[in-house]
Nanobody, 126 residues
Framework: QVQLVESGGGLVQAGGSLRLSCAASGRTFSNHAMGWFRQAPGKEREFVAGIGWLGGTTSYADSVKGRFTISRDNAKNTVYLQMNSLKPEDTAVYYC???????????????????WGQGTQVTVSS
């Protein structure tokens, strides 16, 4: 069984930064692309960023390009999301997820991910 545990959320002022972490259990972490998603109150869950299984391929939603950076450390079974220049509209619960297929690039399609963390709240005040 795979478990994903997010951490690093919190309250920050607009323009500030946060770094989210997602620690994964299991020995196959390095074979899977990983993604970060977010869900604001009353809105659907949306793709934020993704990283391929080797870490060489990344993908971002247009709304976060140039501000967020996704990375991974396969030795630590951890994926990160560095968030800079935060805006109030970035307020949401952030989730990490594992793509079902092995050895692939990231995808923004939620249905392609099979394991999800419990989420971590990010609140950006204006």
């Amino acid at each position: 069984q795979v478990q994903l545990v997010e951490s690093g959320g919190g309250l920050v002022q607009a323009g500030g930064s946060l770094r989210l972490s997602c620690a994964a259990s299991g020995r196959t972490f390095s074979n899977h692309a990983m993604g970060w998603f977010r869900q604001a109150p009353g809105k659907e869950r949306e793709f934020v960023a993704g990283i391929g299984w080797l870490g060489g391929t990344t993908s971002y939603a247009d709304s976060v390009k140039g501000r967020f950076t996704i990375s991974r450390d396969n030795a630590k079974n951890t994926v990160y999301l560095q968030m800079n220049s935060l805006k109030p509209e970035d307020t949401a619960v952030y989730y990490c997820a594992r793509r079902r297929l092995i050895r692939t690039s990231p995808t923004p399609r939620l249905e392609e991910y099979d394991y999800w963390g419990q989420g971590t709240q990010v609140t950006v005040s204006s």
